[in-house]
């Protein structure tokens, strides 16, 4: 690169900098676009919309009510991945969508869940909703006209495909009328026999028109007939002081990780940190302008995408360093530099990067949000560690910072390696122990009735009180000065308040409570604060992660760890090399879990975050330390000896390992010190599992994967043949 042309890039690098920050700052035009501001936040972070429906059934099933659940947040997450649907007492269903404020805008969107029948031109019965899997809009080129066209594709269940198959083949030629609340939708005529289970219903003028028809199928398709019965606007459960505490936390984490980086780097650090600031900008404006609900869950998401920027360019600068030392030219340590931290780099994101997919097609509520925020993160990683790290580093260079003391510090050619595999047996005996230790307390404590984890209201449900004050209290004073009260009458510690915007009803959660402890609770609310004891009205809540949706989430993680498998597999032509990263990262989740059960810390939506946020973190520092050994591998003479080459190769990624441990747990510890209790909560066992994953990465990976390759490999795998 010459000289005028690594100017035009610092500059034009400068001037990126500057309208990211302008962007995420202020934005553009009177609607402030692009602005941080404008990111859509969770209902955790600033409220939305809660919608409380009865069924018309005096006496629904519990299956029917289950069912009904899982379909209609399948329904709702179209306004927001966290969007929870939750039953409350026997025949009502709660439904809350964060980041939207219009009730009555949302009711309208959604439909009232009524009652839909397929029927012949003989008025007879031929489809009920519930046959219908799902209807989506489309829009599709008539094969004849070639004009377009909009039309509703429909799919069906099992059941639902026989019964269709049989219908329209004896109504050929005719229509069959879609009837909704007794009312006509629609009257498509059947121009075949239709057995595949799908069909097209054409005819819509427009694709609002066929929007509404899928959603309206779709919402006729519930196992039960709803009506509403009230709707609120909720504010946020964890205040604004929880916004601009994660805030100042992210400005302060990446402030010592841009002053860390300058002093262990030098030049390349400042590359690295002005690289991190320009990625922190993409994120915010892309969070914008993709419309991602932007929630607690998902802030872990954006974490894990600093931690990893920040580790490729570890493994870029730290192989530059590594090169310089040898007496090589700074510009060709360079190259070599981004060549040989390539492969480790792709492998590492493209494997997390599967498992973001996996969960976004798998998951739902929480699980998809949290796919959305870590996808996003990992590519955005990539393209400012591999571009605009690369192209800063290279500018500087050209505009004549070539002296070898701006690149590396002077130290040993030689080092010494450390015999880690020599104390394998050691570190595996830890492990072990840490994990028993997990199981055993999770058993006492589930001997003792306590249950094994101390599951929250997210997975075990509760009971609902809503209060109405003769104040409005604001979220921290409840915070401060209501929720002690119901903590100390419940004995619950994990409760939560809503407030309901417009009103002093406040919506407090907690354990289940019986008759007694309703009373008492009351009670003490009318002794502390006043509160007409006849206005307060109590139901009990089911979990907001259905079973169905933990299900999703551990089949999307049990996948997820079989592509991982598959494609370190195929990369790294061993087997060997991909058990043992899936073994390393069931250990991490399993020293997670342990905390958990050790530290009672409450099992909510923020678990899930926290272990596939360990499953994303944890592979991607196994992958590094693998790339290193297969690079050996490449080189090893005949009479080389392997235990030698994976200790050399732990020593060698050491020095990463321990800087991507130390700037990730920073960022997570920071908001932990400054977070607020719910936050605190959610960050400690996230620093556990940073602090784990570092170690299995240095301890155990290379020992699993060496056990592996001379016990299972047989002796003669000791030495290259």
């Known amino acids: 690169m010459k000289k005028s042309k690594g100017i035009v890039s610092l500059v034009l690098i400068a001037a990126l900098l500057g309208l990211l920050g302008f962007t995420c700052w202020q934005g553009f035009g009177s609607y402030h676009t692009g602005s941080a501001r404008n990111i859509n936040l969770g209902l955790d972070l600033a409220g939305g919309v809660s919608i409380t429906y009865q069924a018309k059934d005096k006496n629904?099933?519990?299956?029917?009510?289950?069912?009904?659940?899982?379909?209609?947040?399948?329904?709702?997450?179209?306004?927001?991945?966290?969007?929870?649907?939750?039953?409350?007492?026997?025949?009502?269903?709660?439904?809350?969508?964060?980041?939207?404020?219009?009730?009555?805008?949302?009711?309208?969107?959604?439909?009232?869940?009524?009652?839909?029948?397929?029927?012949?031109?003989?008025?007879?019965?031929?489809?009920?909703?519930?046959?219908?899997?799902?209807?989506?809009?489309?829009?599709?080129?008539?094969?004849?006209?070639?004009?377009?066209?909009?039309?509703?594709?429909?799919?069906?269940?099992?059941?639902?495909?026989?019964?269709?198959?049989?219908?329209?083949?004896?109504?050929?030629?005719?229509?069959?009328?879609?009837?909704?609340?007794?009312?006509?939708?629609?009257?498509?005529?059947?121009?075949?026999?239709?057995?595949?289970?799908?069909?097209?219903?054409?005819?819509?003028?427009?694709?609002?028109?066929?929007?509404?028809?899928?959603?309206?199928?779709?919402?006729?398709?519930?196992?039960?007939?709803?009506?509403?019965?009230?709707?609120?606007?909720v504010a946020a459960q964890l205040g604004e002081e929880a916004i601009s505490t994660s805030l100042m936390a992210g400005a302060i984490g990446l402030a010592i990780i841009f002053v860390f980086m300058c002093f262990v780097y030098l030049l390349p650090g400042l590359a690295a940190g002005l690289a991190l600031l320009i990625y922190t900008g993409l994120i915010l404006v892309l969070l914008n302008a993709f419309n991602i609900t932007l929630t607690l869950p998902g802030i872990a998401g954006i974490i894990l995408g600093i931690g990893m920027a920040v580790d490729a360019n570890v493994i870029i600068f730290a192989r530059v360093r590594e090169e310089v030392t040898t007496g090589i030219s700074v510009k060709t340590s360079l190259k070599n530099g981004f060549h040989k931290a390539m492969s480790a780099i792709v492998d590492g994101n493209v494997t997390t990067l599967i498992a973001a997919a996996i969960l976004w097609f798998k998951g739902s509520g929480s699980v998809k949000g949290f796919a959305q925020t870590l996808a996003l993160g990992i590519v955005v990683s990539m393209f400012t560690?591999?571009?605009?790290?690369?192209?800063?580093?290279?500018?500087?260079?050209?505009?004549?910072?070539?002296?070898?003391?701006?690149?590396?510090?002077?130290?040993?050619?030689?080092?010494?390696?450390?015999?880690?595999?020599?104390?394998?047996?050691?570190?595996?005996?830890?492990?072990?122990?840490?994990?028993?230790?997990?199981?055993?307390?999770?058993?006492?404590?589930?001997?003792?009735?306590?249950?094994?984890?101390?599951?929250?209201?997210?997975?075990?449900?509760?009971?609902?009180?809503?209060?109405?004050?003769?104040?409005?209290?604001?979220?921290?004073?409840?915070?401060?000065?209501?929720?002690?009260?119901?903590?100390?009458?419940?004995?619950?510690?994990?409760?939560?308040?809503?407030?309901?915007?417009?009103?002093?009803?406040?919506?407090?959660?907690?354990?289940?409570?019986?008759?007694?402890e309703r009373e008492a609770l009351n009670n003490a609310l009318a002794d502390k604060f006043g509160v007409d004891t006849s206005t307060i009205t109590a139901e009990n809540i089911s979990s907001t992660v259905s079973s169905e949706m933990r299900q999703d989430a551990i089949i999307a993680v049990i996948i997820s760890a079989i592509c991982m498998l598959i494609y370190i597999w195929f990369r790294f032509k061993d087997v060997r090399f991909a058990s043992s990263a899936v073994l390393a990262l069931l250990h991490d989740l399993l020293f997670v879990l342990t905390f958990y059960a050790l530290a009672r810390t409450s099992v909510g939506n923020t678990f899930i975050a926290c272990m596939l946020t360990i499953l994303g973190y944890s592979i991607n520092a196994t992958i590094v330390i693998f790339d290193r050994i297969r690079e050996e591998l490449r080189v090893m003479k005949r009479n080389d000896d392997l235990k030698a080459l994976v200790n050399r190769s732990i020593t060698y990624t050491l020095t990463r390992s321990i800087y991507t441990t130390f700037t990730t747990f920073v960022m997570v510890a920071v908001l932990y010190i400054m977070g607020v209790s719910s936050i605190k909560e959610f960050a400690a066992p996230l620093m556990v599992g940073i602090a784990g994953g570092g170690y299995s990465s240095v301890c155990i990976t290379g020992a699993l994967w060496y056990v592996m390759k001379t016990k299972i490999g047989g002796k003669k795998a000791a030495k290259k043949k």
């Not at 966290?82 to 809350?96: L, T």
């Not at 377009?148 to 269940?157: N, R």
């Not at 002296?403 to 595999?421: H, M, N, P, Q, T």
């Open 60 to 233: 629904p099933s519990a299956e029917d009510m289950k069912d009904t659940i899982y379909k209609l947040q399948k329904r709702v997450e179209q306004y927001s991945t966290e969007a929870s649907v939750y039953q409350e007492g026997d025949d009502r269903i709660n439904i809350e969508i964060p980041g939207v404020s219009d009730a009555n805008k949302v009711l309208e969107e959604l439909g009232k869940p009524g009652s839909l029948v397929f029927q012949d031109a003989d008025g007879n019965t031929v489809l009920e909703g519930t046959d219908v899997k799902n209807a989506e809009a489309q829009t599709q080129e008539n094969s004849t006209t070639k004009n377009k066209e909009y039309v509703v594709a429909l799919q069906l269940t099992k059941e639902g495909t026989t019964k269709f198959a049989e219908a329209t083949a004896a109504n050929v030629g005719k229509q069959i009328s879609i009837i909704y609340d007794g009312q006509t939708i629609s009257s498509p005529r059947v121009n075949q026999a239709i057995e595949g289970g799908e069909a097209v219903i054409t005819g819509m003028s427009s694709y609002e028109e066929a929007d509404n028809l899928a959603a309206t199928i779709r919402i006729g398709g519930l196992s039960l007939e709803l009506e509403e019965l009230r709707s609120n606007v």
């Open 385 to 516: 560690a591999l571009v605009i790290t690369r192209i800063i580093i290279f500018s500087l260079y050209a505009i004549g910072l070539r002296d070898v003391k701006f690149y590396a510090k002077k130290f040993k050619k030689e080092r010494k390696i450390i015999d880690f595999l020599g104390k394998k047996a050691i570190f595996f005996a830890i492990s072990i122990a840490v994990i028993a230790a997990g199981f055993v307390t999770m058993g006492v404590q589930s001997g003792k009735g306590e249950g094994a984890l101390n599951y929250s209201l997210e997975f075990k449900g509760g009971t609902a009180t809503t209060v109405t004050f003769d104040k409005d209290y604001s979220i921290k004073e409840i915070d401060s000065k209501i929720v002690p009260v119901v903590e100390d009458v419940t004995g619950d510690h994990n409760v939560q308040a809503q407030k309901v915007k417009d009103s002093n009803q406040i919506i407090i959660k907690t354990q289940t409570l019986n008759l007694d």
